[in-house]
């Protein structure tokens, strides 16, 4: 049996076109939908993201603004910016690229952001509002591997889900994500012991290590649904995803899985602060 491959690349394609008509229309009615991107220092990584975000928001007719900030910037001036941007009418959501340089507190800054403009949902506020099940812009990644995954019908409800990672933006709203969907969650980490035995009990994995095909294929269980977060540059992720496709019962491919579904994450989501916006 071949399994299913959950294609974020078509995903996010097919709701760019979507999100394009929105924008149309919001246009006509006299808002258009700004993300603001702030960029400190210049880590190349970093730089390409930001420079993906605003060719995606180009592409669906929505306007970037682009604050580049010098490396040496200090927490209080990145501060300052975040308030001209959530003070900004015109700006909807503002995404501060991670990471930023050592001597910036990054949590401080994150957590300055505007609640109604935190489409990239960093802010502990976010995060809470989120775990609770209430309603909040979710960090970016998680939020569209649970699109993808239910874009496909895939019922999470009672699986026992295992994330490996626990990072504020990726592994732990992954894991309340899940947890809000009633699976069963365990969250693994560099401390976890026997991990291998843990993941060969998951129906569903999420790879959220950093490390590159940390995740053996050997450890995975049959007919499991296996999502790698990963990206690395030589194009694999965190997951040993080679003849994946005679174990498990769904996959996403690395590149093309869930690297695509982030971005447009984070313009359905700022297109979704602009609609609120026009009814306030
Ligand atoms: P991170 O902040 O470095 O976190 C890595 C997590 O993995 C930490 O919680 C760490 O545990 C855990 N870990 C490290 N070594 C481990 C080990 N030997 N055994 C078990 N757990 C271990 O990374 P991240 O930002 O969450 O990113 C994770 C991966 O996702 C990376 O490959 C990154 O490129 C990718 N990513 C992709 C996107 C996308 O758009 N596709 C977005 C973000 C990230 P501790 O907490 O104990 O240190």
New binding site residues.
């Given amino acids: 049996m071949n399994a299913l491959l959950l294609d974020g690349k078509k995903l996010a394609s097919d709701s760019e076109i979507d999100i394009k008509n929105q924008v149309e229309s919001l246009v006509k009615s006299g808002i258009y939908p700004t993300l603001a991107t702030i960029l400190v220092g210049s880590d190349p990584a970093s730089e390409t993201y930001v420079k993906m975000k605003r060719n995606t928001c180009a592409r669906v007719g929505m306007k970037s603004i682009a604050v580049e900030l010098s490396g040496s910037t200090t927490t209080e001036e990145l501060i300052k910016q975040i308030d001209i941007l959530n003070n900004d009418r015109n700006v909807h959501g503002i995404l501060l690229q991670h990471p930023v340089p050592d001597q910036i507190d990054e949590r401080a800054c994150f957590n300055k952001i505007a609640i109604n403009k935190d489409v990239d949902g960093v802010t502990c506020l976010g995060f809470g509002n989120m775990a609770m099940g209430l309603d909040a812009y979710g960090s970016c990644?998680p939020a569209g591997i649970i699109r993808l995954i239910e874009s496909y019908n895939i019922d999470i409800e009672g699986l026992n889900a295992v994330v490996?990672?626990?990072?504020p933006?990726?592994?732990k709203p992954m894991a309340m994500m899940l947890l809000n969907k009633n699976a069963t969650v365990t969250i693994?980490?560099?401390?976890?012991k026997n991990?291998e035995s843990i993941i060969k009990n998951a129906d569903l994995i999420v790879g959220?290590?950093?490390?590159p095909k940390?995740i053996k294929k050997n450890w995975i269980k049959e007919n499991s649904i296996v999502i790698d977060?990963?990206?690395?540059p030589e194009k694999c992720?965190?997951i040993d995803l080679e003849g994946i496709e005679k174990i498990a019962s769904a996959f996403t491919p690395v590149p093309g899985g869930?690297?695509p579904m982030?971005i447009n994450t984070l313009i359905l989501q700022t297109l979704q602060s602009a609609l609120k916006s026009a009814k306030d």
Avoid at 229 to 232: F, I, L, R
């Fill in positions: 990644t490996v990672g626990r990072s933006i990726l592994g693994c980490h560099s401390r976890t991990i959220a290590v950093g490390i940390f977060a990963g990206y690395h992720g965190d869930v690297g982030t």
